[in-house]
């Protein structure tokens, strides 16, 4: 099973970036799917889900500025952010629930000028 997260790496605030989880080696549209994130010294915090069925649901830190979307036909899921402030600096990592449980590797995102 691999999680594989990707995106741009460093952003101006303000920027936009759109992050990719793409999955392999499981039934993909059985899954809840989740990004989290992690800055230095922090616990690693939800930052979005979208269910089987489509449902989303955001951290207040980032609502109205994220969007959570999925392709079952590619295995594959998104966040786009807009917006993007310095403290949305972290590792982000993908996440998927269903009949287990598996992490993905984190992606770096730096929001700085």
């Known amino acids: 099973v691999q999680l594989q997260a990707s995106g741009r790496g460093l952003v101006q605030p303000g920027g936009s970036l759109r992050l990719s989880c793409a999955a392999s080696g499981i039934i993909f549209r059985l899954y809840n799917m989740n990004w989290y994130r992690q800055a230095p010294g922090n616990k690693r915090e939800l930052v979005a889900t979208?269910?089987?069925?489509?449902?989303?649901n955001y951290a207040d830190s980032v609502k109205g500025r994220a969007t959570i979307s999925r392709d079952n036909a590619k295995n594959t899921m998104y966040l786009q952010m807009n917006s993007l402030k310095p403290e949305d600096t972290a590792v982000y990592y993908c996440?998927?629930?269903?009949?287990?449980?598996?992490w993905g590797q984190g992606t770096q995102v730096t929001v700085s000028s």
């Open positions: 996440y998927a629930v269903g009949p287990n449980f598996y």
């Open positions: 979208i269910t089987v069925g489509g449902s989303t």
